[in-house]
């Protein structure tokens, strides 16, 4: 399986790429937070627009096509259906495509709501190809998380490609041992708890000496800790982020006042 | 010995190393199911495992944190989902507080509880955040509710209800049977809490 097994993380020289992640959240979050504000087509369209462009600016576009972009394409087909066939508040009006009853105000909703997903996941998706975890982490511990949170989320990263192999290898062991893993629906969850069991057994033994390690190198000690990493920013960058958040206050003036 | 509400005492130095290692068995697990073509995921079974080894706090985290790894990694629509499991992490302490996990079928009822915390907490995020739709096979189901008639709320409410019934009856049951054989002495060692202060698991 291609999905878990590998980082997001693409690397490169790019504009984006160089940004301070903390810029590069604080963006993400910027971009969120304007989806759940706009509500008409087409200023959802150019934030959507937007979030792609900065995603091609990266470099990283198709990566962003192979990872996400399947998974959406699903998503938006079921919120077509479910908002255009099926569910619609406004009333009884529709019109006819062919075989189908499409509700408008359901089809219009199912647009919105697609390019608003795709503007807000483009702009994470954007933070993480082109940020290298390490970094992320680090920036984020800037901010003042407990390094607790940054070894939680690297160590989790860091296991998550080891524990695919080791279920992987689990699933050879036992099947040369005559476990079944075809057949039906019931002979394939009986082969379950054989498969489960040793995952757990396995990693839990490690627990104790990974602890071990982690006190005996003063993890746990309440002195500040220095960075084998540093984190550059470009001169322009805190009057970008002002701007950012300034204009949320400038989106949600024009919703309210009717120009958007 | 801490009680329930005891946030910071759950995190001893095991409970910070046992936390990626139960996310990561969260997402080797989904594996297993994905390679056996399985309808379930049992992407829980840590997160349950962590609240009867650690308990509530500890449990969320977990929760929480593996859909950020799996929204890290593959599919970012999953992080939302990260309050549902958050969530079925404390609700899942808290089964374990009251004793629920010391035989199997306390482990069974708990089957029953985990997918009705979690289908109340994801139906909202479904409408919310995803106006209906998850991208998952609950979907057809949705579709399905609300051809019969069903609100949009009701109908991603049941459809989450019935897809998760199954997967988190199994998870929990296979959460009870791993914890049951750990040797209590190596329980002993995390900062697991039960009401009456006798071992999570008999």
Known sequence: ???????????????????????????????????????????????????????????????????????????????????????DPGGAETFSVGPLDLKPAGVVFAVEMSLRITAMVGAFLAVILTT?????????????????????????????????????????????????TEGSLLIRTRGLFPLVAPLFYGSLMSVEAKAMALTARGFFSQRKKTHIRSLGMFAWEPGFRIALVALLPILIGFRVAGWL | MRGFWDFRGGFTSMAIVLIPITIAINTGLHFITVALNL?????????????????????????????????????????????????????????????????????????????????TISAPITVVVFGGASGTGSDAVTAFFLATGDTLVGAVLKAGFLVALIDKMISSIFAYLVAKNIPSTYMAKFPGVTRDRKPAVA
């Open chain 1, 132 to 180: 290298h975890p390490a970094d992320l982490v680090q920036a984020i511990e800037q901010l003042g998380a407990s390094p607790r949170v940054g070894y939680i989320v690297l160590a989790t990263l860091q296991l998550t490609p080891e524990m695919v192999d080791r279920a992987r290898r689990i699933m050879d062991a036992q099947r040369s041992r005559g476990l079944r």
């Open chain 2, 39 to 119: 309808p379930i995921y049992l992407d829980t079974i840590g997160t349950i495992l962590a609240a009867i080894l650690a308990g509530p706090w500890v449990a969320a985290v977990v929760g929480l944190l593996t859909n950020v790894v799996i929204g890290l990694v593959t599919t970012p629509t999953a992080i939302p989902y990260g309050l549902t499991n958050a969530a079925i992490g404390i609700t899942a302490g808290a089964l374990v507080y009251f004793g629920l996990y010391r035989h199997i079928w306390g482990a069974a009822v708990a089957g029953l509880v985990l997918p009705l915390v979690g289908a």
């Open chain 1, 1 to 87: 399986m291609a999905g878990p097994t590998r980082l997001l993380f693409q690397p490169g020289g790019s504009l984006i790429h160089r940004v301070h992640p903390a810029t590069k959240l604080l963006y993400a979050v910027a971009m969120t937070a304007y989806g759940i504000v706009l509500d008409q087509v087409l200023p959802l369209l150019a934030l959507a627009g937007l979030s792609v462009l900065v995603i091609a600016v990266g470099g990283v576009f198709r990566a962003f096509v192979r990872t996400t972009f399947r998974y959406l394409v699903v998503l938006f087909v079921f919120l077509f259906i479910i908002r255009g066939l099926f569910y």
